[in-house]
């Protein structure tokens, strides 16, 4: 916040917010500090011979194989691979989840129709899908990345489409009444009020996207995060297989903070309008 800002609000206010500031400070703080103590105690644990390091793995064995890999080149060779099919998987399953929400939406009776098979669809076990995936496809990347989108869509499509029809029907009306058609309620009613349900849908399909790709990998892939965990435990290289799955821990977590960016921008862009 600038001085000029500052300047317009009381002082219990400003106080307030430096409070807020330095809480969210110290919640940071705390969450960094909770990874490095977990990293220490299982390297001490490791050292010690309380853990065996050959099935558990340890940080410095893990900085061992990162430092491996980016010798070969083939670190950053894996992590673009997965990170680019989980990208375009999410991105594609998100649009086309509310695309078909907003038909939902559109038609209520196409709505009726469609809901108990969604319902169905959603409870299948989309992971049971991969081979049909590979036999339909073929065995590669566009495989891999319709799995991310069978694994979001349907979510998405639930999420979204709930918060539609959730909308205020008071909202609704109002705007019917000075002559609104139904794009025109669509654009500037429904979309706006249920953005917070479409962010939430978004960061639900961070996770759910990541889980696709990576089951993709496990059945079809010759390179990516995946491929090297399922290589790294055929062949008894445990050090590889958590390196593997911390690289996707730390890529699933800034893939999500660039969804809560985002959301901080938009919501930032609408206050300044």
């Not at 317009?8 to 103590?37: C, D, F, G, N, P």
């Not at 990541?210 to 995946?226: P, T």
Request: charged letters at 15%; glycine letters at 6%; aromatic letters at 10%.
């Amino acid at each position: 916040m600038s001085d000029t800002q500052l300047q317009t609000i009381s002082k219990e206010h400003a106080e307030y917010l430096r409070k807020v500031k330095i809480r969210k400070t110290m919640i940071h703080i705390t969450q960094v500090l909770l990874v490095v103590v977990l990293f220490i105690l299982w390297e001490i644990a490791g050292r010690l011979k309380i853990i065996d390091s050959f099935i558990t793995s340890q940080p410095s064995r893990i900085a061992r194989t990162l430092a491996n890999l980016y010798r070969e080149g083939q670190l950053f060779r894996h992590i673009f691979i997965t990170c680019a099919e989980t990208v375009t998987g999410f991105i594609l399953g998100t649009l086309a989840g509310t695309i078909i929400a907003i038909i939902l939406w559109w038609s209520d009776f196409l709505a009726r129709v469609l809901e108990p098979h969604l319902v169905i669809l959603n409870s299948l076990p989309k992971i049971a899908l991969g081979p049909i995936f590979i036999v339909w496809i073929g065995a590669g990347p566009l495989s891999i990345i319709v799995m991310a989108i069978a694994v979001s869509v349907i979510v998405t499509i639930l999420e979204v489409w709930n918060g539609f029809i959730s909308v205020d029907p008071d909202k609704i009306k109002l705007v019917k009444t000075f002559g609104a058609k139904k794009w025109q309620i669509l654009t500037k009613v429904v979309l706006p009020s249920a953005f917070p349900t479409i962010i939430s849908a978004l960061k639900i399909n961070v996770g759910l996207s990541w889980v696709g790709v990576i089951v993709g990998e496990f059945l079809v892939s010759k390179a990516g995060l995946g491929y090297l965990i399922v290589y790294g435990g055929q062949v008894f290289q445990l050090d590889l297989v958590m390196t593997s799955v911390i690289i996707l821990a730390v890529a699933a977590a800034l893939m999500y903070q660039g969804v809560v960016y985002l959301e901080k921008l938009i919501m930032r862009s609408s206050f300044h309008k």
